[in-house]
């Protein structure tokens, strides 16, 4: 594994920057990322060990259209106030994580600009994908997904690389800890393989993790030399398998996801920027302390999608805005969020709190121990450490065994025969617990 030894420890807060200070879809200019200081504290008092953050560079709309990687976005302020940023994060001992989009640029980027400008005689027409139909009408070029606002990259051009290179390592000069790669799916390996070499050359302890949603996770992070790739299977396992009332799914998963620790440890969520909030996917919310308990006992780099701890719901559309309802501004300071939404926060400090207090999890293999359709109890293992867990999304209370349980650390819940080979949970309905082993 090449993470750095810090990773181990990391609980990430991830932030959608734009959508936090009221930014975007607004288009106001008074956000200023100077906002987020007043929410560094309580980052902190969650638990949370770093700053996730989405887009802050210069773009046209919500911040995956980049117009210029080396400017903050005029929406969010200056290069001071980053700079305010990150020494205010430092200063309570928050990393910083920064969202690189270097699949594709927005139209406006000064390299597609040259290129419509100047057609092929343009110094950058070798960064893009193009075609120059006959008549001397602009170019083609390939774009992601279908949005011809985002200009896909020609990773085959080393001159794209040098670029991207450059960028990365001009804003871990200026404290930042790492980078999460937006759509490193759609960039071939060989591409990180060259940039991310260059990259550590300077800044050997920098975190980088792909955002991958299908695939190969284990030969895609081989292949690329990244730490670690975004754990889309699991996710969609926790929330399926709640809704579903069907363990069985989320156990296989739980023994795929063993695989991928035998060579990266994942990037692990219940939430994030691109999907539907927890709080509205999950179809009975009493299912929310289920999945933030598997979140803090599985191996894995966790992060909270800011928001989520307070219980805040959204649906992902697929039209133009679908995702505004995920991406809401917040108030001035936590003082500003409705009081109903703080019971679920001490829950996330109470679970982070015990990840923090066992970073061995960070590694931690799980294996089955009991399998119902709506009862699954798993023990969570690093060597001689362990912890077992027990849910249930049954209406009615419900026994199970937990062997060599032999105390309850979270949760509610009756234990029976603590310690022994026989030893039983009795957890309410949907109910969980995690306990010593």
């Not at 920027?273 to 929310?288: F, I, N």
């Amino acid at each position: 594994m090449s993470e750095p030894d810090w990773v181990e420890h990391a609980v990430w807060w991830q932030v959608y920057p734009l959508g936090f200070v009221g930014a975007h879809p607004e288009g106001r200019e008074n956000g200023r990322l100077q906002r987020l200081t007043a929410w560094l504290d309580y980052a902190v008092e969650l638990g949370a060990s770093g700053l996730l953050l989405g887009p802050v560079f210069a773009s046209e709309s919500h911040g995956y259209d980049t117009l210029d990687h080396f400017r903050i976005d005029p929406r969010l302020g200056t290069d001071a106030d980053f700079d305010a940023l990150i020494a205010a994060a430092h200063d309570r001992g928050l990393r910083v994580l920064l969202d690189g989009v270097f699949n594709h640029v927005g139209r406006g980027h000064a390299a597609f600009q040259a290129v419509l400008e100047q057609g092929r005689d343009a110094p950058t027409a070798s960064w893009f994908r193009l075609t120059w139909p006959a008549g001397g009408s602009g170019p083609g070029y390939d774009n992601f997904e279908g949005h011809d606002a985002l200009v896909a990259l020609n990773h085959a051009e080393p001159a794209v690389a040098d670029y991207v290179t450059e960028v990365m390592t001009h804003w871990l000069r200026r404290g930042a800890d790492g980078w999460r790669l937006d759509v490193a799916y759609g960039v071939p390996a060989e591409f990180w393989a060259t940039v991310l070499p260059r990259v550590r050359a300077e800044f050997p302890a920098a975190y980088v993790v792909g955002e991958v949603i299908h695939g190969d996770y284990a030969e895609f992070v081989q292949k690329s030399t990244m730490d670690s790739v975004t754990q889309y299977e699991l996710w969609k396992a926790i929330w399926s398998a709640l809704n579903a009332a069907n363990f069985f799914e989320l156990s296989w998963t739980l023994e795929r996801h063993n695989t991928f620790l035998d060579s990266f440890v994942p990037q692990t969520f219940v939430g994030n920027h691109d999907v539907t909030r927890l709080a509205s996917k999950l179809t009975d919310e009493r299912h929310v302390p289920l999945a933030l308990a598997l979140l803090c006992t599985v191996g894995g780099t966790p992060s909270i999608y800011a928001g989520d701890e307070q219980g805040f719901q959204g649906v992902k559309e697929d039209r133009e805005h679908g995702d505004d309802a995920v991406r809401p501004a917040f108030p001035a300071e936590p003082a500003g969020l409705a009081p109903y939404g703080w019971p679920l926060y001490h829950l996330h400090q109470e679970l982070i709190g015990l990840r923090r207090r066992h970073p061995w999890l960070h590694h931690a293999r799980t294996r089955a121990v009991h399998l119902t359709n709506e009862q699954f109890a798993y023990e969570a293992a690093d060597g001689s450490r362990k912890v077992i867990v027990a849910l249930s999304v049954g209406a009615a209370a419900a026994e199970l065994p937990v062997p060599y349980g032999k105390s309850i650390l979270n949760g509610t819940a009756e234990l029976r025969r603590a310690g022994s080979a026989d030893a039983a949970v009795i957890l309410p309905a949907n109910g969980w617990a995690v306990l010593e082993a």
